[in-house]
T-cell receptor
Framework: SQKIEQNSEALNIQEGKTATLTCNYTNYSPAYLQWYRQDPGRGPVFLLLIRENEKEKRKERLKVTFDTTLKQSLFHITASQPADSATYLCALGSNTNAGKSTFGDGTTLTVKP | NAGVMQNPRHLVRRRGQEARLRCSPMKGHSHVYWYRQLPEEGLKFMVYLQKENIIDESGMPKERFSAEFPKEGPSILRIQQVVRGDSAAYFC????????????FGSGTQLSVL
């Protein structure tokens, strides 16, 4: 069955450092991969989407890579700030079931001042 | 431009009662999705609807759960005869469809079954 694993449930880093979150998947050939941010008591907020034919995507301090051979995506936040503290979710999707994204359990990032 | 609106924000029901969760998608969006998030677990897909049609309900429990998205009005997720295990956060998301895969989520409805 399809499985998505996000690295360690919790990640703690110092302000100013780069946070790197990992998303690994098995038994899936996604057409695209998305990253979302979720704050406590709120719904997820879309951050970035990367397609299977793309290696890397950037948006401000965020960078996503997608390696379909390794079946892995890395999500980087550079110059991290305490305001970046949240849970980050990766989600896989296929073109045949747009919207029916399969979500990982998330990694909770804490950035300490 | 209002985002996805869900109500109520919190819903308390006793076992055996019915729960009705409402979702109004973003303006211009005709695709609605319902997800459930159990404590300490990830988001699980339940159902995908377009106006007046259920497109994919593969994540919906076979009994007690139903969803609709009428021509007029919000999408409704209905849970009949609730049990304690139904306690969870229920999120609605919407998208434009037509190849736009970004999901816009509401703030969710926290259902507590006593």
């Amino acid at each position: 069955s399809q499985k998505i694993e996000q690295n360690s449930e919790a990640l703690n880093i110092q302000e100013g450092k780069t946070a790197t979150l990992t998303c690994n998947y098995t038994n899936y050939s996604p057409a695209y991969l998305q990253w979302y941010r979720q704050d406590p008591g709120r719904g997820p907020v879309f951050l970035l989407l990367i397609r299977e034919n793309e290696k890397e995507k950037r948006k401000e301090r965020l960078k996503v890579t997608f390696d379909t051979t390794l079946k892995q995506s890395l999500f980087h936040i550079t110059a991290s700030q305490p305001a970046d503290s949240a849970t980050y979710l990766c989600a896989l999707g296929s073109n045949t079931n747009a919207g029916k994204s399969t979500f990982g359990d998330g990694t909770t990032l804490t950035v300490k001042p | 431009n209002a985002g996805v609106m869900q109500n109520p924000r919190h819903l308390v029901r006793r076992r055996g009662q019915e729960a009705r969760l409402r979702c109004s998608p973003m303006k211009g969006h005709s695709h609605v999705y319902w997800y459930r998030q159990l404590p300490e677990e990830g988001l699980k897909f339940m159902v995908y609807l377009q106006k007046e049609n259920i497109i994919d309900e593969s994540g919906m429990p076979k009994e007690r759960f139903s969803a609709e998205f009428p021509k007029e009005g919000p999408s409704i997720l209905r849970i009949q005869q609730v049990v304690r295990g139904d306690s969870a956060a229920y999120f609605c998301a919407s998208s434009q469809g037509m190849g736009d895969e970004k999901l816009f989520f509401g703030s969710g409805t926290q259902l507590s079954v006593l």
